[in-house]
């Protein structure tokens, strides 16, 4: 079992940059996949962005290619999401969550683990 804690989030204005953060507890955290998802109000938990275990296999959602990146530091239980030129349509609340499963996934039905969220507001 996992537990994560996500931070990093906040208000900005549209165009700038935040950097989220997850730390993961526990000595596994490089045996799982890890995702970024969002939710807005109202609407359903979508996929942002996953990286592999190992960092090497990542994939974004088409609506953030480009402008955000997933990392992470495995010395660290660690897994950012950079978020550059942010948009008035990025806010939302943020939740990182963590897969057992090998291949990566964009659902959220494949990620067993879930933080608590971290709201981000993107101001016009």
């Known amino acids: 079992q996992v537990q994560l804690v996500e931070s990093g989030g906040g208000l900005v204005q549209a165009g700038d940059s935040l950097r989220l953060s997850c730390a993961a507890s526990g000595r596994t955290f490089s045996t799982y996949t890890m995702g970024w998802f969002r939710q807005a109000p109202g609407m359903e938990r979508d996929f942002v962005a996953a990286?592999?275990?190992?960092?090497?296999?990542?994939r974004y959602a088409d609506s953030v290619k480009g402008r955000f990146t997933i990392f992470r530091d495995n010395s660290k239980n660690t897994v950012y999401l950079q978020m550059n030129s942010l948009k008035p349509e990025d806010t939302a609340v943020y939740f990182c969550a963590a897969s057992q499963l090998v291949l990566l996934t964009t659902t959220p039905g494949g990620y067993a683990y879930w933080g608590q969220g971290t709201q981000v507001t993107v101001s016009s």
């Open positions: 990286i592999s275990r190992s960092g090497g296999e990542i």
